[in-house]
Structures are given as C-alpha cells and as structure tokens.
Nanobody, 115 residues
C-alpha cells in the first residue's frame, strides 16, 4: 500500500508558477516509476510527466520546457515545478506511483490559471 498526498495547488495568473508536492507513505527506493497526471473538466486524465528510479524524466509535449518533475527518494517526495502557466493548464493534478504492477493515486490538487 502506498498513500500519496498532494499539495501546492492554487490560483495563479497566466505566466505564473506553482510547485506541486507529493508526499508518499513509503520509501520511494522501491517505486520505479512516479508521475503527475491531470484532469481538466470534461476531459480525460492525461499524463503530464513521469520520472523513473534512475531519475530519467519524460514529459508530455504540451508541458515540455515549462514543467519540471523531480523526486527525493530519501524524503519520500515527488515534485512538479510548473512555470509559465497557461489557462489550459487548469486541472486537478494527481500524483501517481506504480509499485510492482499496482498503481496508486493521491486525492489531487487543483490548479487554476486565470487572470
């Protein structure tokens, strides 16, 4: 079992920044892949970024150059730095961890980009 708790969402103006955090209940050393997903109203959940145990990261095309994912295994934390935010980035952002073949999800944190 892995419990994930996200934080850091909020309301920000276009062009602004946020840093999302995900705290895990268990050591990340055994979790090979972690990621951030998002779901906007009326849309399907989509992958934003992922990071493996070797710190290799991948990004969706729509966030490349703007978002950065990182993980701190010792602190059991995963982060997503969101820069140059756009209104279309507004969504609930979810932290994801895959332990073995089982995915785990946090409750999500709302990001709203609006002037």
């Amino acid at each position: 079992q892995v419990q994930l708790v996200e934080s850091g969402g909020g309301l920000v103006q276009p062009g602004g920044s946020l840093r999302l955090s995900c705290a895990a209940s268990t050591s990340l050393f055994s979790i090979l892949q972690m990621g951030w997903y998002r779901r906007a109203p009326g849309k399907q959940r989509e992958l934003v970024a992922s990071i493996g145990s070797a710190m290799k990261s991948d990004y969706a095309d729509f966030v490349k150059g703007r978002f950065t994912i990182s993980r701190d295994n010792a602190e059991r934390m995963v982060f997503l730095q969101l820069n140059n935010l756009k209104p279309e980035d507004s969504a609930v952002y979810y932290c994801n961890a895959v332990l073995g073949t089982t995915p785990y999800w946090g409750q999500g944190t709302q990001v709203t980009v609006s002037s």
